[in-house]
């Protein structure tokens, strides 16, 4: 009897943002959306098992569509009510996830503002594919 085996990948196709600041996520939004002339706003919290699925830890979400490119944008918080979204970031207080298409030149532009303004430590692209637990990222 011959054996199959079935080799699963994650689809990761969106840019991730990884962002330190000490600010609240709402005041941080705040922040965001004044700084791009944006209009992110407060969506249901990402809700992921926690502690072999016993309980569920909670995140912060927050949303914005670019109409003209059909660009989604969310910001996640990375700390939740139980733990981390990914452990192995917890510098990155912040994630913006960026689905659909975004130009480089955008990217770089937006990450250029974001780091900007004065309360956000840094901004940086993270690779979500060299991440351990690139899984909580996917919703």
Same mark, same amino acid.
């Given at each position: 009897m011959n054996k199959t085996t079935l080799k699963f990948e994650l689809?990761?196709? =969106?840019k991730l943002l990884a962002i330190s600041s000490q600010l609240k996520d709402y005041v941080f939004c705040f922040k965001i959306n004044k700084q791009l002339? %944006?209009? =992110?706003c407060k969506i249901s919290d990402l809700e992921l098992p926690f502690n072999g699925g016993n309980e569920n830890n909670y995140f912060s979400r927050y949303f914005y569509l670019m109409s003209e490119a059909d660009t989604e944008l969310y910001i996640i918080a990375n700390k939740g009510s139980e733990g981390f979204l990914v452990p192995e970031m917890?510098?990155?207080? =912040? =994630?913006i996830l960026i689905r *659909?298409?975004?130009?480089?030149e955008d990217l770089?532009?937006?990450i250029s503002r974001l780091n900007? %303004?004065?309360?956000?430590?840094?901004a940086i692209e993270v690779d979500p594919k060299k991440l351990k637990s690139k899984? *909580?990222?996917i919703f």
């Open positions: 689809d990761l196709d =969106f002339s %944006i209009d =992110f917890k510098k990155a207080d =912040f =994630f *659909n298409y975004i130009d480089l770089k532009h937006l900007k %303004i004065p309360e956000i430590l840094v899984e *909580n990222l």
